[in-house]
Protein backbone atom coordinates (compact mmCIF):
# COMPACT_ATOMS: atom_id res chain seq x y z
CA UNK A 1 0.00 0.00 0.00
CA UNK A 2 1.50 3.22 -0.83
CA UNK A 3 0.56 6.74 1.18
CA UNK A 4 0.28 9.93 -0.93
CA UNK A 5 -0.42 13.15 1.21
CA UNK A 6 -1.31 16.32 -0.19
CA UNK A 7 -3.45 19.64 1.02
CA UNK A 8 -0.26 20.97 2.62
CA UNK A 9 1.06 24.74 2.04
CA UNK A 10 1.68 27.87 3.88
CA UNK A 11 -1.29 30.01 5.76
CA UNK A 12 -1.40 32.73 8.14
CA UNK A 13 -2.03 31.79 11.83
CA UNK A 14 -5.82 31.35 12.26
CA UNK A 15 -5.52 30.28 9.26
CA UNK A 16 -7.01 26.36 7.96
CA UNK A 17 -5.77 23.86 5.86
CA UNK A 18 -7.07 20.25 4.83
CA UNK A 19 -4.49 17.28 4.49
CA UNK A 20 -5.66 14.38 2.78
CA UNK A 21 -3.88 10.89 2.59
CA UNK A 22 -5.05 8.83 -0.15
CA UNK A 23 -4.07 4.95 -0.02
CA UNK A 24 -3.67 2.76 -3.09
CA UNK A 25 -5.35 0.30 -1.56
CA UNK A 26 -8.01 -0.90 0.76
CA UNK A 27 -7.21 0.68 4.34
CA UNK A 28 -10.57 0.13 5.67
CA UNK A 29 -9.32 -2.38 8.53
CA UNK A 30 -6.68 -0.74 9.49
CA UNK A 31 -6.09 1.91 11.86
CA UNK A 32 -4.25 5.29 10.86
CA UNK A 33 -2.69 8.39 11.59
CA UNK A 34 -1.00 12.01 11.40
CA UNK A 35 2.28 12.46 12.52
CA UNK A 36 3.96 15.32 12.48
CA UNK A 37 8.00 16.58 12.77
CA UNK A 38 8.99 19.83 12.83
CA UNK A 39 12.57 21.15 12.39
CA UNK A 40 15.45 19.54 15.19
CA UNK A 41 12.09 17.98 17.11
CA UNK A 42 11.31 13.95 17.27
CA UNK A 43 8.69 12.79 15.54
CA UNK A 44 4.63 13.06 17.27
CA UNK A 45 1.58 11.64 16.53
CA UNK A 46 -1.32 14.48 16.00
CA UNK A 47 -3.92 12.06 15.59
CA UNK A 48 -5.25 8.31 15.63
CA UNK A 49 -8.35 7.17 13.98
CA UNK A 50 -9.42 3.56 14.62
CA UNK A 51 -11.44 1.16 12.22
CA UNK A 52 -14.20 1.83 13.98
CA UNK A 53 -13.66 5.75 14.10
CA UNK A 54 -12.67 6.28 17.27
CA UNK A 55 -10.54 8.59 17.19
CA UNK A 56 -7.63 10.23 19.66
CA UNK A 57 -5.75 13.76 19.81
CA UNK A 58 -2.67 14.87 20.51
CA UNK A 59 -3.37 17.69 23.59
CA UNK A 60 -1.94 20.44 21.66
CA UNK A 61 -4.40 20.14 18.58
CA UNK A 62 -7.24 19.38 20.20
CA UNK A 63 -10.49 21.64 19.59
CA UNK A 64 -8.57 22.83 16.73
CA UNK A 65 -7.72 19.59 14.41
CA UNK A 66 -10.38 16.92 13.37
CA UNK A 67 -9.19 13.64 11.62
CA UNK A 68 -11.99 11.29 9.49
CA UNK A 69 -11.63 8.73 7.18
CA UNK A 70 -13.72 7.69 4.11
CA UNK A 71 -13.08 4.08 3.56
CA UNK A 72 -14.76 3.53 0.25
CA UNK A 73 -12.32 6.46 -1.08
CA UNK A 74 -9.25 4.56 0.74
CA UNK A 75 -8.50 8.32 2.08
CA UNK A 76 -7.95 9.61 5.55
CA UNK A 77 -7.85 13.60 6.15
CA UNK A 78 -7.08 15.97 9.01
CA UNK A 79 -8.92 19.30 8.89
CA UNK A 80 -6.52 21.88 10.92
CA UNK A 81 -8.30 25.46 11.91
CA UNK A 82 -6.85 28.02 14.08
CA UNK A 83 -3.36 27.12 13.11
CA UNK A 84 -0.64 27.87 15.11
CA UNK A 85 3.13 28.76 13.85
CA UNK A 86 4.13 25.92 16.62
CA UNK A 87 2.03 23.84 14.03
CA UNK A 88 5.31 24.45 11.39
CA UNK A 89 6.07 20.25 10.46
CA UNK A 90 5.94 18.25 8.07
CA UNK A 91 3.21 15.94 8.43
CA UNK A 92 2.45 12.87 7.30
CA UNK A 93 -0.09 9.53 7.58
CA UNK A 94 0.19 6.11 8.21
CA UNK A 95 -1.97 3.50 7.97
CA UNK A 96 -1.74 -0.70 9.82
CA UNK A 97 1.22 0.68 11.81
CA UNK A 98 3.34 -0.07 8.81
CA UNK A 99 2.67 2.30 5.85
CA UNK A 100 3.83 5.95 5.53
CA UNK A 101 3.42 8.34 3.17
CA UNK A 102 6.74 11.02 2.36
CA UNK A 103 4.96 13.95 3.60
CA UNK A 104 3.63 17.44 3.40
CA UNK A 105 4.79 20.69 4.70
CA UNK A 106 2.49 22.78 6.69
CA UNK A 107 3.95 26.46 7.04
CA UNK A 108 2.02 28.47 9.49
CA UNK A 109 3.31 32.10 10.02
Known amino acids: VQLVESGGGSVLAGGSLKLSCAAS???????MGWYRQAPGKGRELVSG???????TYADSVKGRFTISRDNAKNTLYLQMNSLKTEDTAVYSC??????WGQGTQVTVS
Open 25 to 31: GYIGSCG
Open 49 to 55: INRDGAT
Open 94 to 99: SACGRY
